[in-house]
């Protein structure tokens, strides 16, 4: 087996690099203008949404010293910490890991990003009046909207999002900065959720054996910096949530799976693209027996989306008049025959090439699904799979996947926990020379 694991971690490995260097050199040595970026003035860097950009900055150093200490004793601390200590020191060295790749750039790699006014928080200051806000969402998606269309990742995502920010705002942590800080506290319990869920399904090798990839993966440079981690936590938790219901049972598991479905159904309302996750959902639900947890978290998470509805904004309206937006913007130009594929090594490059070496292993390991590690692992990974496959067809996302993708990655990162050992500590390495490089080399946007 682990002969057979090696091989296909191999395999996958040399696949997943072959796929992103051809991505990154098809375009110029075909001159083909791809348009990841609206702004081409600086130069482009597909397939990633960013541009060549050599820096360091005050985040280097710790960076670096976190990124050679973990060679050092992650996996030791991973396997031989009691399981509450390895959760604070995830989130601990999760924490140091997000501020110090953002800190590369300085304070503004901080705030620089969520300041911007295509984001929420110009919109979410300017908000004092939510059910108004709500009313009129859905008329101001269009480009031509009389009242004015809203800023691209307002009119792209439904109001959750958007209402998170007002939330901040209302509580003083408006501020680019500070909101920065609160992404960054939120996006660090990323690794501690998912080894959560992993372990409460009965893999606790596995969510230990997870740790360090999860923690220092590549996909927090755009983590630290992105919204869109707000939406990959709120999944982790909820799935979090799901797998604690199924282990408590009908008796006492019914608090977990309102709030289970309260999570995802908020989730439903940050992105278009995440009732995908019902798909990892049900995956959890499988692995952890516990269908009777189905119908009373669909019940809340509709609750949620009809909540909305009530105020103002229903999903199943909005979706076409976004649809029609995105067609009208930049996605046009942006080839299919590119993005399909390309969209892919931009998920290699922000979860970090070792995720195709962890697919490689997770393939080899469905031959012993009686081992309980691997079947949990094998499962969730498939679920992931099968989430970015979906994605990708729908060709709603092409380009910018690289922080659109982030709550399907850490799920993806899992099959790391199956590579085998001659592969862990060199593995490690690639990941987090991946995430230095990525930051240190470009101007990532995010």
């Not at 982030?406 to 993806?412: G, T």
Request: with cysteine; proline share 7%.
């Amino acid at each position: 087996m682990n002969s057979s694991a090696h091989r296909a971690a191999l395999v996958g490995l040399v696949a997943t690099v072959a796929l992103v260097m051809t991505a990154v050199v098809v375009p110029p040595l075909l001159d083909w203008q791809v348009w990841p970026r609206v702004h081409l003035d600086d130069g482009t860097f597909p397939p990633l949404h960013g541009y060549p950009q050599v820096k360091v900055g005050i985040g280097t150093l710790p960076a670096v010293l976190l990124a050679l200490a973990s060679l050092r004793w992650a996996d030791p601390m991973a396997r031989r910490l009691p399981w509450r200590r390895l959760l604070l020191v995830a989130y601990a060295a999760g924490l140091v890991w997000l501020l110090a790749l953002a800190l590369v750039d300085g304070p503004d790699g901080i705030s620089r990003v969520l300041g911007n006014p295509t984001e929420y928080l110009e919109t979410a200051r300017a908000v004092d009046d939510v059910p108004g806000l709500l009313r009129e969402y859905v008329s101001r998606i269009p480009y031509d909207a009389p009242e004015g269309n809203w800023p691209v990742h307002i009119a792209g995502h439904p109001p959750g999002m958007v209402l998170f920010f007002v939330l901040l705002v209302k509580v003083g942590l408006g501020g680019d900065l500070a909101a920065g800080l609160v992404v960054i506290a939120l996006a660090a319990t990323l690794p501690p959720a998912v080894m959560t869920t992993v372990r409460v399904l009965g893999a606790e090798d596995a969510a230990r054996a997870a740790g360090p990839y999860l923690v220092l993966s590549p996909s927090a440079v755009f983590l630290a910096v992105s919204a869109d981690a707000v939406m990959a936590v709120a999944v982790a938790w909820g799935m979090c949530c799901l797998a604690l219901a199924c282990r408590a049972g009908a008796g006492r598991g019914w608090p977990w799976a309102v709030l289970a479905g309260l999570l995802l159904g908020y989730v439903v309302m940050m992105s278009y693209g995440l009732p995908l996750t019902g798909v990892l959902a049900l995956a959890v639900l499988w692995l952890g027996r516990g269908w009777w947890v189905l119908p009373v978290a669909a019940a809340s998470a509709l609750a949620v989306v009809l909540t909305f509805a009530a105020g103002g904004f229903a999903w199943w309206e909005a979706y076409p008049v976004l649809v029609d937006r995105y067609w009208d913007g930049l996605a046009s130009q942006r080839p299919g025959a590119y993005w399909t594929w390309g969209n892919l090594a931009a998920l290699a490059i922000s979860a970090g090439p070792l995720v195709g070496a962890g697919l490689g292993a997770t393939w080899a390991a469905r031959r012993d699904l009686a081992d309980r590690a691997n079947r949990v692992v094998v499962v969730l990974v498939s679920a992931a799979v099968i989430m970015v496959a979906l994605a990708d067809a729908s060709q709603m996302s092409r380009a910018e996947v690289e922080r659109i993708w982030l709550p399907f990655m850490p799920w993806l990162t899992l099959g790391c926990a199956l590579l085998p050992e001659r592969w862990r500590r060199p593995g490690l390495a690639l990941q987090v020379l991946t995430a230095l490089l990525v930051q240190h080399l470009l101007y990532t946007s995010w």
